[in-house]
């Protein structure tokens, strides 16, 4: 099998290496490509391993005065792998003319600098196969991208759909609130492990049928792309001789900070400044709203209406007073 000798000058340094290969670019990847200068370097292709091999050693011994130092090799960022096998540029010129002048010595094929350096290039140059995995990559980033466009653009359409459909019912809530808070009905706010509710109360009972909470399902309702729902729109009622109390459910996103969602993170910016106020409102003890609305009961009072009658006396504590 053919072999080679390489002689490979170092782009940097006046120095030029003398070695061994079947290979003369696999060889020169292992002391780094961009440390040589193929222009100017010089390759000879042998019959054999056997062939290249003598000719080596007798090229290395013939020159041997001309040898750099290992550790000057070293020292200027060579490889220590095979750094005796470099010598000085001086001898350059003889080292061309014994190769010219013993050909017939040593038969061997030359391989020129310009041949080493096309081979070099043709050798960084991505095969079709890299190209096709390339541009398939690309394919696949662009189309990656333009998904994750889509989405951010049918987000940002939601949210914004959401938040236009939310402020068509704010003004609608806003009033409630209003005129439950001018009639001295806003008892406080009642957190449970279920969430908060907005409780409600008249020391009158109210006429069967009547609800203290005024607003419809619907008109509390909002939609957009993706999904609808209401707000506020879930409610309780019981009356008993003592009077009225309700209980309305509040969103998700009344809690402060508490962002569930997309949906509950633009509701909690639409109504900030009605949450806020409700949040300043007096807490109701949980013990007395689930005596009053037992786990199953709407608008019924409980069983024991003894016991409800004093919860709700006790909820009517939290009214405003008169003229307050």
């Not at 290395?60 to 060579?78: K, Q």
């Not at 013990?287 to 006396?313: K, M, N, Q, R």
């Amino acid at each position: 099998m053919a072999s080679h000798v390489y002689i490979l000058r170092d782009l940097k340094h006046p120095r030029f290496k003398i070695g061994k290969a079947n290979n003369i670019l696999a060889r020169a990847r292992s002391f780094r490509w961009g440390s040589i200068d193929f222009q100017q370097s010089l390759g000879l292709r042998l019959a054999s391993e056997a062939d290249a091999y003598i000719l080596e050693k007798i090229l290395h011994r013939s020159f041997r005065f001309a040898g750099v130092d290992p550790l000057e090799v070293i020292a200027s960022g060579g490889s220590a792998d095979g750094a005796s096998e470099w010598f000085s540029t001086s001898c350059w010129p003889r080292l061309v003319r014994y190769l010219r002048d013993n050909q017939d010595l040593h038969p061997h094929e030359a391989v020129s600098g310009g041949e080493l350096a096309a081979l070099f290039e043709k050798q960084l140059e991505p095969s079709q196969a890299v190209i096709a995995r390339q541009h398939l990559k690309k394919e696949k980033d662009a189309r990656r991208i333009e998904r994750e466009m889509d989405l951010v653009e049918h987000r940002r359409t939601k949210r914004e759909s959401l938040r236009a459909s939310l402020n068509t019912i704010l003004p609608t809530i806003a009033d409630e609130l209003d005129r439950l808070k001018l009639n001295g009905n806003i008892a406080g706010i009642c957190d449970t492990s279920l969430g908060s509710n907005l409780v409600i109360a008249d020391s009158v009972p109210v006429p069967s049928g009547a609800l203290l909470w005024s607003l419809k399902p619907l008109s509390t309702h909002y939609d957009y792309p993706g999904g609808a729902g209401s707000i506020m729109s879930s409610f309780s009622q019981v009356t008993c001789l003592g009077g009225t109390v309700s209980k309305v459910d509040l969103p998700n996103s009344y809690v402060s900070g508490a962002s569930f969602s997309d949906k509950d993170e633009i509701i909690g910016e639409v109504f900030r400044e009605k949450f806020e106020w409700l949040r300043q409102l007096q807490r109701i003890p949980e013990a007395w709203i689930s005596v009053i609305f037992p786990l199953g009961g709407l608008f019924s009072p409980p069983s024991d209406s003894h016991e409800c009658e004093y919860a709700i006396a006790k909820v009517m504590e939290f009214l405003p007073k008169s003229g307050s």
